[in-house]
């Protein structure tokens, strides 16, 4: 690899990081498409880096959220650990998908939750909701009400989606967490990054011990990944809620089209 092609994979890996990172979402969404199309990975490779990538965005973004004190933790390790099995069995679901298929797949999935951001509804609280208080670094209040088993239940398949697709899960988890668990925003996606942390690595450990993580590719986009986690942790305190919500379906739409476009042969793909 050149000096400029190493260069090129830091800097994309900076702004995925800091992407990533305000959005929650982990930036696995972007990295997926960007090394089947622009790297041509084969589905398998493309999906155990993107998760080693995804593992080391959460980990820095999750360093930062906690110093805000976003996380809610009691959640967290819940739906962590809700999403271990289904992270271990995706891994091996991946290696049975066509590149055609995984990307109609992929897309259709992206563009389904861009839809249900984009209408803005969230769902009532259940009658099994607790009331839960965090009050962040900078002293802002956020009071909300969840189902805790509810999110357990969504967090097993959030695993098995996130290893088949390579996406950590974020890009799932944080509109569920927002439309039907009914969290802020700012804790929806730094939980959702804290919960990536710890599935994304046994995602990622899977699909290393498969032979299916570029380790040149993910040492030098990880690098970027690294700062700008931390900077995307800070711009997201400046940020309004709808504001990221606005910019996390309008990002999910456009990557889902590219990517049904892709397996469908339209357009110079």
């Not at 973004?61 to 650990?81: E, H, I, N, T």
């Not at 988890?173 to 929806?188: G, N, Q």
């Amino acid at each position: 690899m050149t000096a400029l092609g190493g260069a090129t994979l830091v800097a994309l890996g900076f702004v995925v990081g800091a992407f990533g990172t305000l959005i929650g979402a982990g930036g696995g969404f972007l990295l997926v498409p960007l090394l089947l199309l622009g790297y041509h990975f084969q589905p398998a490779d493309a999906v155990g880096t993107s998760l080693a990538l995804v593992f080391l965005n959460a980990l820095s973004g999750s360093a930062a959220y906690l110093r805000q004190r976003r996380v809610d933790l009691s959640l967290g390790w819940k739906f962590a650990a809700a999403t271990v099995p289904g992270a271990i069995g995706g891994a091996y679901l991946t290696r049975a998908l066509s590149s055609h298929l995984f990307s109609l797949a992929f897309g259709a999935l992206l563009i389904v939750i861009a839809l249900l951001l984009f209408s803005g509804v969230t769902a009532a609280p259940s009658a099994r909701a607790d009331a839960r208080q965090i009050v962040d670094a900078g002293g802002e209040r956020h009071v909300y009400h969840v189902d805790a088993w509810k999110g357990v239940v969504v967090s097993v398949f959030v695993g098995i989606l996130s290893s088949v697709f390579g996406i950590g899960g974020g890009v799932i988890h944080v509109p569920f967490l927002i439309v039907v668990l009914s969290l802020p925003v700012h804790v929806a996606t730094a939980t959702s990054h804290f919960v990536l942390s710890i599935s994304t690595f046994v995602g990622a450990v899977t699909f290393l011990a498969l032979g299916h993580v570029s380790l040149p590719t993910a040492g030098l986009t990880g690098a970027g990944i690294l700062a700008g986690a931390q900077l995307g942790a800070r711009i997201s305190t400046r940020t309004s809620p709808v504001a990221i919500r606005r910019v996390l379906a309008g990002a999910l739409a456009l990557v889902g089209i590219r990517m049904i476009l892709h397996a469908l042969a339209v357009g110079p793909w």
